[in-house]
């Protein structure tokens, strides 16, 4: 099933979509994503979709999750192809990390499908984009084996993790460079893993302005899921609604020889295959 937050007059709202996608079917009495992830064990899922339908041209998607609770947990340098291509920019020769490498990236608010990506250009002169997987846990995890970790995914979605690469350059550390307020495009919605099965080689692309930049697949990943949230939960708990975000392959504006840096007016489009499309337009 694929889930959606979306606002309709005037009230935000929490549904599933019509197996055609041209429509949303509100679960009743619950408005945010996070009460619908926790309540969604005992829902009658089915009910809801014999129940009324909202036509999507008459909402407007929000991101499925527009406040995390905490920090999105991020993957740096987690596709073969993106370690190649980052060691070049930086010099180092073997660039694929022996253990995985985890930030965070502050979400005060995510951007809807269709919002904008603020270019802080008083700033930012640097802007890139990334293209990812992200996963949505939903039971939570404590010290979760590899062979039970999927058990504890909600579902999947896409993630832009856009960061400014002078930022996060200067602070050797990525999290201030990805953490601007408008850096984090969310969406369009939730997937369950009934509809996703994240063992499969997905496709993971992005286009500015219609142009292929990143191509790649998930099977691509130096560390895949069952390892990230067996790995992360040792010792750490996992509370429904976290996020990870699972690193971005080759093919980011930082790549190019010279860089392609994102503008204003600049439309960029993430997209992983059995997912959809996160489309965005930088302000
Ligand atoms: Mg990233």
Redesign the pocket.
Known sequence: MKLVTYQFQGETAVGILTPAGDAVHPVPGVSDMTALIARWPELDAAAVCRGDAVPLREVRLLAPIPHPAQDVI???I?FYDHAAESGSVTGKQDNVPKAAIYFS?RVDEAVAPGGAIDSHSDMVRDLDY?A?LAVVIGKPAYHVREADALDHVFGYTV?N?V?ARTIQAAHQQ?YRG?SLDGFTPIGPWIVTPDEFDVTRPARIQSFVNGEPRQDSTIDLLIFDVPHVIAELSRGMTLRPGTII?M??PAGVGMGFDPPRWLRPGDTVTCRVEGIGDLTNTVR
């Open positions: 991020c993957l740096g987690n990236k990334e990812e993630l993790d960061s990525w990805k975000s690193g971005t």
